[in-house]
């Protein structure tokens, strides 16, 4: 059977969830190798439960001091020598550069934000903020496809996982954009945004007091979104921002509260299994894909539902 | 130094968008304008070149005859001339083929730096940074909120979810800039005056010896493009006195969400 590239995202040395849901869908394709930049440590167990025949660790220090390019060489040199029937990639800022550069690299076409991939390399992608969905092929090379959180359930079948060390040849070429310093930021200790099964999302209609979006998000275990107008304003930090800039995620359900849905937002959270709306405005377009809107100021519904989830789960 | 920026012409996202018979972004359907966030790239652009010595800004774009209207927007806002490269052949270029077009034009204009945005706004991919780069054999230092040159360094600030970052690159060196580097500047009368006497070159593929290109050329095909149904909109409550709160709770109940 053919094998498939699969770049694996190790955070704080546990498996992200759409890297498990990548290696799902790289199933159909063959039989998945996964690459992990650094050590793998408890996750390659992981990764092979999902599904990995073996996991190939590049520990390159190259690959952390400078941007990008090394770890396409990196992947390049693995594809060279494993002949995989695809590449797949998460759809993280990062990685989608990875991939652009290794798809020169083969001379190969590349997909970006699949939110399916079928066995024969069949990719579907939903664009202009979701109002259409375009299926189409890579026609030359090895394809390269980077796909989006929840295109697919995960689903554990479990493979051997063995774990090898990959030594890759970086270039001094590729060691052109150095990271000349770096300082880490405070975790926020609420779920991962994109991978998130509920987020509370707030806008330019709480006024800058975040605090309410915060208190339903954390008595639902939701994580914390945020508008543009919401981050520009410097009420919360960019990395929470959902939308066209920001963060694409597709819980089982989103709050919107004081948001108006603009195209632009919609497009980071239009594939939500449900939607839940609190604007002043019974106007704004955010009411147009809800299942529940209400009408009322966050302000006042938002404390009380949090108060009245409280008293439910007691 | 010489800077080129990146400038895509793209249906306006307010717009119906909507695809053509052949499967390509249809041109027409919807107005078109330069992409707002290669307004960010133009701006960062524009700031290297006042805070520098002698800085020329190349605003340049691949796409059809309407596409010139995005390098007028980019010379009104201060740019010192346009390449708009356009050619019948290039209709339906996919990523890889569009790198290949506009590699060729950078080598051709011969900049020390190349400024874009962080990803269209029509395609979205993000990825077309990497590829010039990749191309071009140049640093890639992208997405930054974030911008200057000092010397022959480019330095950039960038956000990952993690950490913040700070590189810095030899020039010549790809940027792409962010959302979040600064509001672009919008043109000042004077500047539109001004922009109407500046040089805007065509070039086709002969002019850049290129000669496959457009969607024979691609490396990927669109087999399918549709239209999806809107979502049907549910149900709207007003609030009062705290019913707001309860359908709330009630929904979030029934859903199984607590
Ligand atoms: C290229 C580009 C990219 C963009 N990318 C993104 C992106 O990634 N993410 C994003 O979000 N936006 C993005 N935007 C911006 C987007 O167009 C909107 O400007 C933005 O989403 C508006 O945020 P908002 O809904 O919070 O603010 P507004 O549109 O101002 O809406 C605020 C809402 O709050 C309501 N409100 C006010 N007070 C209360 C109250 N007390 N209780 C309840 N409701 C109240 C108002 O009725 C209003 O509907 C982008 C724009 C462009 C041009
Ligand atoms: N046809 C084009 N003409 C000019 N610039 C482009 C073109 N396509 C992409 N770009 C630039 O590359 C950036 C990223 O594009 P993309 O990879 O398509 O999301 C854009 O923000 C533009 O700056």
Excluded at chain 1, 9 to 23: M, Q, R, S
Excluded at chain 1, 166 to 171: E, G, K, P, R, Y
Excluded at chain 2, 42 to 69: C, H, P, R, Y
Excluded at chain 2, 195 to 213: I, R
Aim: charged letters at 25%.
């Amino acid at each position: 059977m053919s094998n498939v590239v699969v770049i694996a995202e190790v955070v704080d040395g546990a498996v992200t969830k759409p890297t498990l849901e990548l290696l799902t869908i790289a199933r159909r394709i063959g039989e998945p190798i996964a690459v992990v930049f650094g050590t793998a440590g408890d996750a390659a167990a992981k990764l092979g439960e999902y599904g990995a025949a073996k996991v190939l660790e590049v520990a390159d220090a190259a690959c952390a001091e400078y941007l990008v390019a090394p770890k396409a060489e990196a992947v390049h040199q693995i594809v060279q020598a494993n002949d995989p029937a695809a590449v797949l990639f998460p759809s993280s800022i990062e990685s989608k550069e990875i991939a652009a550069r290794v798809a020169v690299k083969l001379d190969s076409g590349l997909i970006t934000d699949a939110v399916d991939v079928q066995a024969d390399g069949t990719a579907t992608q939903s664009v202009f903020a979701g109002g259409w969905s375009v299926t189409g092929k890579v026609t030359t090379g090895t394809p390269v496809i980077t796909v989006k959180p929840n295109a697919a359930d995960p689903e554990p079948a479990a493979a051997a996982g063995t774990v090898e060390a990959f030594t890759a040849t970086i270039s001094d070429a590729a060691k052109g954009a150095k990271v000349a310093s770096e300082e880490p930021k405070a975790a926020s200790g609420r779920p991962e945004l994109t991978g998130a099964g509920i987020v509370v999302s707030g806008g330019r209609g709480t006024g800058g007091d975040f605090g309410p979006v915060e208190a339903l998000a954390d008595e639902l275990g939701a994580a914390v979104g945020a508008s543009r107008a919401a981050v520009d304003s410097g009420w919360y930090p960019h990395a929470y921002q959902v939308g066209q800039t920001g963060k694409t995620v597709s819980p089982q359900l989103y709050v919107a509260a004081g948001i108006s849905g603009a195209i632009q937002h919609r497009a980071g959270m239009q594939t939500s299994k449900a939607v839940v709306a609190i604007n002043k405005d019974e106007e704004a377009p955010i009411f147009e894909m809800s299942d529940l809107g209400i009408v009322g100021d966050l302000h006042t519904v938002l404390p009380a539902a949090s108060e009245g989830v409280k008293q439910k789960k007691a | 130094m010489k800077i080129v920026t990146l400038v895509k012409y793209v249906p306006d996202a307010t717009g119906d968008r909507e695809f053509a018979d052949d499967n390509t972004v249809d041109r027409d359907a919807a107005d078109g304008l330069l992409s707002e966030l290669d307004e960010y790239a133009v701006e960062q652009a524009l700031q290297i070149k006042e805070a520098g010595d002698d800085v020329e800004v190349v605003a340049l774009t691949m796409g059809d005859d309407d596409a010139s209207d995005a390098i007028k927007k980019a010379l009104q806002m201060g740019a010192d001339a346009g390449i708009h490269v356009c050619d019948d052949d290039i209709h339906g270029s996919d990523a890889m083929v569009t790198s290949k077009i506009l590699a060729a034009a950078i080598e051709k204009i011969g900049p020390d730096l190349v400024v874009t945005g962080m990803s269209s706004t029509d395609g979205g991919m993000g990825v077309m940074g990497a590829m010039l780069a990749e191309r071009l054999g140049w640093a890639q230092v992208t997405m930054g909120s974030e911008v200057s040159v000092d010397g022959g360094t480019v330095k950039l600030k960038r956000d990952t979810d993690t950490s913040t970052q700070h590189i810095e690159a030899a020039l010549p060196a790809i940027v792409s800039v962010t959302d979040q580097s600064g509001e672009a500047r919008y043109p000042s009368m004077k500047n539109i005056m001004a922009a109407k006497k500046k040089k805007v070159d065509e070039w086709d593929l002969d002019d850049l010896d290129l000669e496959d290109a457009g969607m024979e050329a691609s490396y990927t095909q669109v087999t399918e493009t549709n239209e999806r149904p809107p979502k049907e909109a549910g149900r709207v409550v007003t609030d009062e006195d705290g019913s707001g709160a309860a359908e709330l709770v009630e929904f979030l109940s029934a859903g199984k969400y607590l």
